[in-house]
């Protein structure tokens, strides 16, 4: 069934490369990966020679730690360091471990505000710089912007993957990659796990979903390209995932282990593509998924541990010789069919170069040393990583200046252009899907009262929202008079009749959806606000697919805003109040909710005023 869906949603989108080696060369600027510097990697392998066999395998892995500071972490996250990895804190982990690399996380408590990160971030630095062998540390996060983002307010928020996408603008894509960079570079975070290079032709995608560009494998192509230059031009590794690509699975890799059914020819014309191209324009580093391809591998090995994926075709194939990073080893995906001391020694018999965020680091670690004590895994197998992750230090300059400035950090993080430039791309990505009664745009004279009801998910960076609000206030900064009514993804019978009252006398009725479904009390709650007779008008707030299941029931106006953060939003509530006009346009198809096999909205569809 999984095969048959993917074949008919890759019909349907009519979209796709010729042939993936096209892709590539139709990317401008296109350029073979950074050969390495003969005198640079002279200076790498003496640094590399001097190393213990400990010290070169701690370079291998990117691990989280609790705690806002390097050296003085509250106790509660000393605590949890001392439950989850036996050190009290970031410094003593770096000491212990020798790691080549640390991951931050909100729910770690790494990234409470922009002066906080960029210290903490500098006394990791002076940690890894202190001891042995005295190299300067990677500082990943993942930082996509749309629902997942580490890195809330006061930094900028920018408009997610597919948002992006159905802005589909290069130059957007790039110019927001660069400001994310930026803002990045100054807090001391060096590598990204951004953009996103799957190919989203799954609408039941549970997991990668709006992280995509689109569904057309050479508009994924030139974003990803576009994104990843505006990146690696601000100083930060860019990293493209998930190889071999992600966006045709109907399992979450992070609580189970997804088997993509595509034959290697629609690998080669659907989710090669992206990555071809940014190998091509030298991209940085790449993640691994935690997928099973058996067209790729017959042995149905995750990829993140397949030797015939990560190497054969990757390495030999697509000619990468960059930094290859496992997703997170903490991901059920990955753990499925092997145990926790075998996963990280598979990875680097595959190919792998960073280990990231194990859930059991000693366990990993030392397995790892095991393995090339015993003659499993070769000494020059691990110097052959190190020198790659070295190169990449080296290129960012770390070796030079490790450290950032906290005066760059006021200056650059949360600054007034970026979030002028943020909103100027937000509103070039809001799409109108249908408004069959020309409602649109709102009239502050005939529309003054508005409620706004709707889901309300957590904030993607914890520090927005929410949504409800966020719009309700927009709306208000527009010159409407309006109220809100959280009535959440699943509004009961009470709350579906608290938000009926709340309609009455109104001029028109906001509802903010949130991946509706065909049972969905969302769309029960749009039933009985339509049966008021007050104006609908239904706000995607996720996936764009939620008109689907809305069409034909009444609705006034139906659009897709791909994200809920707040710049987003704010974007939405201008286009509905005809203060901007509504230039997105679909990057994926809408089908219909009644016969999937054929499309309600295809690629490129978007409405205007």
Excluded at 235 to 251: E, L, R, S
Excluded at 331 to 354: E, F, I, N, S
Excluded at 559 to 567: C, K
Aim: charged share 20%; net charge neutral; glycine share 10%.
């Amino acid at each position: 069934m999984h095969h048959r869906t993917s074949r008919r949603t890759f019909l349907a989108t009519t979209a796709v490369a010729a042939t993936a080696a096209a892709t590539a060369a139709a990317v401008p600027g296109a350029a073979a990966h950074r050969p390495a510097d003969a005198s640079s990697d002279r200076r790498l392998k003496r640094i590399i020679s001097g190393m213990s066999l400990e010290e070169k395998v701690g370079q291998l892995f990117v691990m989280r730690v609790y705690g806002h500071s390097a050296t003085e972490p509250d106790q509660a996250d000393i605590d949890a360091n001392l439950a989850e990895i036996g050190v009290r804190t970031a410094a003593e982990l770096i000491s212990t471990y020798h790691v080549g690399g640390i991951i931050y996380f909100t729910w770690a408590h790494n990234t409470r505000d922009p002066r906080q990160i960029a210290t903490l971030s500098n006394g990791l630095q002076r940690a890894s710089l202190a001891g042995r062998p005295g190299v300067p540390l990677l500082v990943s996060t993942d930082q996509e912007h749309g629902i997942v983002c580490r890195v809330g307010e006061p930094a900028t928020l920018l408009p997610g993957a597919m948002a992006l996408g159905a802005g589909g603008s290069r130059s957007d894509a790039r110019r927001a990659a660069r400001i994310a960079g930026l803002e990045l570079a100054a807090l001391g975070i060096n590598q990204n796990y951004a953009p996103d290079a799957d190919v989203n032709v799954n609408p039941a995608n549970p997991v990668i979903g709006v992280r995509s560009f689109g569904s057309d494998p050479e508009a994924v192509a030139a974003m990803t390209v576009a994104q990843v230059r505006g990146y690696q031009g601000a100083g930060v590794a860019a990293t493209a995932k998930h190889f071999p690509g992600h966006g045709d699975t109907n399992t979450d890799s992070h609580t189970g282990l997804p088997v993509i059914g595509h034959t290697r020819e629609q690998w080669e014309e659907l989710d090669a593509p992206p990555f071809r191209a940014v190998i091509g324009a030298g991209v940085d580093s790449i993640m691994t998924a935690h997928i099973v391809v058996p067209a790729l591998d017959p042995a149905e090995d995750p990829a993140t541990l397949s030797r015939p994926i990560l190497t054969g075709i990757l390495r030999e194939e697509l000619g990468y010789d960059g930094v290859v990073v496992t997703d997170s080893l903490g991901m059920q995906g990955v753990r499925t069919k092997y145990g926790d001391a075998r996963v990280p020694v598979l990875a680097l018999l595959a190919g792998v170069d960073q280990l990231l965020n194990p859930p059991n680091l000693s366990v990993a670690w030392n397995a790892v040393l095991t393995a090339v004590r015993d003659g499993e895994v070769g000494e020059a197998r691990i110097e052959e990583s190190v020198l790659r992750i070295l190169r990449l230090k080296a290129r960012l300059g770390l070796f030079r200046q490790p450290y950032v400035s906290l005066r760059e950090v006021d200056r650059t993080v949360g600054s007034r252009a970026h979030r002028a430039a943020a909103d100027a791309i937000a509103e070039r990505t809001t799409t109108l899907l249908a408004d069959p009664g020309a409602l649109l745009p709102l009239s502050r004279r005939l529309h003054r009262e508005l409620l706004v009801v709707g889901a309300d998910p957590v904030s993607p960076s914890g520090t927005t929202g929410p949504p409800t609000t966020t719009l309700a206030d927009a709306f208000g900064e527009l010159g409407f008079s309006a109220s809100s009514l959280s009535t959440g993804t699943a509004p009961n019978q009470a709350k579906r009749a608290e938000a009926v009252a709340a309609a009455r006398g109104k001029d028109a009725v906001v509802v903010a959806t949130y991946n509706v479904t065909a049972g969905s009390a969302q769309r029960t709650l749009v039933d009985a606000l339509v049966a008021t007779g007050v104006p609908v008008i239904t706000l995607a707030v996720r996936n764009p697919y939620d008109v689907a299941h809305l069409t034909g029931r009444g609705v006034a106006a139906s659009l897709a805003a791909y994200s809920w953060t707040d710049v987003e939003l704010r974007a939405a509530a201008r286009v509905i109040a005809g203060r901007a006009e509504p230039a997105g346009r679909l990057p994926v198809p809408v089908q219909r909710a009644d016969d999937p096999t054929r499309v309600l909205y295809p690629v490129g569809h978007g409405l205007s005023y």
